[in-house]
């Protein structure tokens, strides 16, 4: 069973940045697409961010349109992780940040089973 740890949450001032770290163990990392969500407060999952596996889908990459320009995901396969860089935070990026495997690699309301969440990291901008 795969497990999916998150780090790098945190409190920042609007306008700041972060980076989000995601280490996956358990399983295949580099045949595995993968992905960030985000719930915010009174607010359904959605997804941020997804990357493809690099040697079947060429590592591309999708992002909302709210977070385009602004995060950045990546991903190191030597290390088994996926990255959310996250630049010119606002306050309305305040939500818990979820590493997923097997996301959606395009817009979309799927939500992937259980199994295939981590636990969540905070992510709080102030204004």
């Known amino acids: 069973q795969v497990q999916l740890v998150e780090s790098g949450g945190g409190l920042v001032q609007a306008g700041g940045s972060l980076r989000l770290s995601c280490t996956a163990s358990g399983g295949t990392f580099s045949r595995d697409d993968m992905g960030w969500y985000r719930q915010a407060p009174g607010k359904e999952r959605e997804l941020v961010a997804s990357?493809?596996?690099?040697?079947?889908?060429?590592?591309?990459?999708y992002y909302k349109s709210s977070v385009k320009g602004r995060f950045t995901i990546s991903r190191d396969n030597a290390k088994s992780t996926v990255y959310l860089q996250m630049n010119n935070l606002k306050p309305e990026d305040t939500a818990i940040y979820y590493c997923?495997?097997?996301?959606?690699?395009?817009?979309?309301?799927?939500?992937?089973?259980?199994?295939?969440w981590g636990q969540g990291t905070q992510v709080t901008v102030s204004s």
């Open positions: 990357i493809a596996t690099i040697t079947w889908n060429g590592g591309n990459t």
């Open positions: 997923v495997r097997d996301p959606p690699l395009g817009p979309s309301t799927y939500i992937p089973p259980a199994e295939d």
